[in-house]
């Protein structure tokens, strides 16, 4: 009798007396907290607009404006506005397409420099490229027919719009960031709405003209003087997508201007290296001029060879940096001859190097695999399936794993590319690569360069210069073994690519 008294109880506990009463049970369908057994992310993760930002890796800057018909780099914004003369009607278009050709995915346009100078028909200021009294810029509106053409030609664009302007006699006061420049960023963000990036830099004053003043006006902290929480909100309202680089804190500076990122180099944190305990998402971008004068057009500049452009290539693309490359346009408003043939140079070289991947046709064997999840699998094959949201992963509580790649007869070797899945955070601390010429013994190469980070995209030239990376015979191997030693998770691999 006690135990049938439990059990009564227990079914009181058990069932609602609703359901008791009715003499009905119902079914509850369980629900699995993690299904597909994924990894919890580690902490700082990017917003999916960083990561859209990320994969654009390549694209150009484009430095045209009052500075090339001054021989100028900061003019000091007492021009006179018929000092701007295109010699023809400028082509943005040209630009691009020339772009295009070295395998970039888009550019940014400087439309105002720190002179205060617009290339739009900006009701902001009478400082604009309309009032020039020039046959070609009457109805100039380079930002209108620059997100045209990208649009047509299937690049990401965005605009350079400089916060310090040393023409406004209201810079410095507080009537020029609700009056004048948040103005102009609204005026911008009408020529579309898939802008992938708007560039600020994080000038705040210097000796100017200011609408006559004359003097020098210095604003402090630039975060706030332009109030960069409401610009993000404000862009962000019309620009889902739209990274802001600099003042905007979504993108950082990589701490120089000669194309490089550290070896080592956390998407949190600052400069060159970044920081491992850097509490919010903040990637690198390296800003460097493709010719060896100004940022902006000089006569009897030249570029540089396409060789040293892929230099800096491998070590920022190849160190979890983005490349903005400068190229500017000359006085007729097109980028000269010269350096249309090296970007052409420069996207044959890139293609020949960087576009074959043996990984796709190596057996591929890991020491761990994550186990599958309800609709997910985390098998090597993700490392060469193409893509972007599949990956290997090992499981919970594992830190150190292999990836060895093997193929039937040697391969020439040049390079290897890693890449994280950073929507998940950036976990790899340490690792190293090595190669076989029998396919048992293996030897480590590269062994100068720093085998730390990889991030969105890490790249080993496996001789280890990034100076001479490419030789014709490469590195005879049929195995090539990819160890991470360390990590601060358990490591998760988008894509593995050889080269």
């Known amino acids: 009798m006690r135990l049938l008294h439990h059990l009564a109880a227990a079914c009181v506990l058990a069932f609602p007396t609703t359901v008791l009463g009715q003499n009905t049970f119902k079914l509850v369908q369980q629900t699995l907290d993690n299904p597909n057994n994924e990894p919890v992310p580690v902490h700082p993760v990017p917003h999916p607009r960083q990561v859209a930002w990320q994969e654009t890796e ?118 020029y960031v609700p009056e004048v420049f948040l103005r102009q960023c609204a005026e911008l963000a009408q020529y579309g709405n898939d802008q992938f990036e708007m560039w600020f830099d994080g000038a705040n004053g210097g000796d100017g003209y200011y609408g006559g003043r004359r003097g020098t006006v210095n604003v402090g902290d630039a975060s706030i003087y332009y109030d960069v929480p409401n610009l993000r909100d404000t862009v962000h309202k019309v620009q ?88 500017p346009p000359n006085k007729a408003g097109v980028l000269p001859a ?82 994280e899945l950073v929507a998940k955070g950036q976990r790899v601390k340490k690792f190293k690569v090595e190669i076989s010429q029998d396919g048992t013994n293996f030897k480590p190469v590269a062994q100068n360069v720093a085998q730390t980070t990889i991030g969105y995209k890490r790249i080993i030239p496996l001789n280890g210069s990034t100076v001479n990376s490419y030789s014709a015979q490469g590195m005879q191997a049929k195995a090539l073994r990819i160890t991470i030693e360390d990590a601060k998770a358990c490591p998760l691999l988008k894509s593995v690519a050889i080269y």
């Open 58 to 175: 390549f694209y150009a800057f484009f430095h045209y404006g009052m500075n090339t018909y001054t021989d100028k780099e900061w003019g000091n914004g007492d021009e006179d506005v018929k000092l701007f003369r295109p010699t023809a009607k400028p082509n943005p278009r040209q630009w691009l397409e020339a772009v295009k050709k070295a395998g970039m995915k888009g550019g940014i346009a400087v439309v105002k420099h720190h002179d205060g100078f617009c290339l739009w028909p900006t009701t902001t200021t009478e400082h604009n490229a309309t009032k020039a009294g020039n046959p070609y810029t009457a109805d100039m509106n380079i930002p209108k027919d620059f997100a045209e053409a990208a649009k047509e030609l299937g690049l990401k664009y965005g605009f350079y719009i400089s916060p310090w302007d040393r023409n406004s006699v209201h810079y410095g006061t507080d009537r």
């Open 240 to 327: 889902p997508n739209c990274v802001l680089w600099g003042v905007g804190g979504e993108a950082r500076w990589i701490g120089n201007e000669a194309g490089w990122a550290g070896e080592t180099n956390w998407c949190m944190g600052h400069g060159t290296d970044g920081d491992i305990n850097g509490w919010y998402w903040h990637p690198g971008e390296s800003d460097a001029k493709a010719t060896n004068k100004g940022w902006f057009y000089h006569d009897y500049e030249s570029p540089h060879s396409a060789e040293r452009l892929f230099q800096m290539y491998l070590e920022t693309v190849g160190r979890n940096a983005t490349l903005i490359l400068n190229w």
């Open 338 to 419: 010269s350096d249309v043939k090296v970007l052409e140079e420069l996207g044959q070289m890139i293609e020949k190097r960087l576009g074959n991947d043996l990984a796709k046709n190596a057996k591929i064997e890991a020491s761990e695999t994550r186990a599958a999840g309800l609709n997910r699998t985390y098998g090597v094959k993700n490392l060469v399936d193409g893509n972007t949201t599949t990956y290997w992963a090992t499981n919970d509580g594992t830190k150190q794993a292999t990836l060895t790649f093997t193929w039937d007869t040697p391969q020439a070797l040049r390079y290897v590319s890693l890449m």
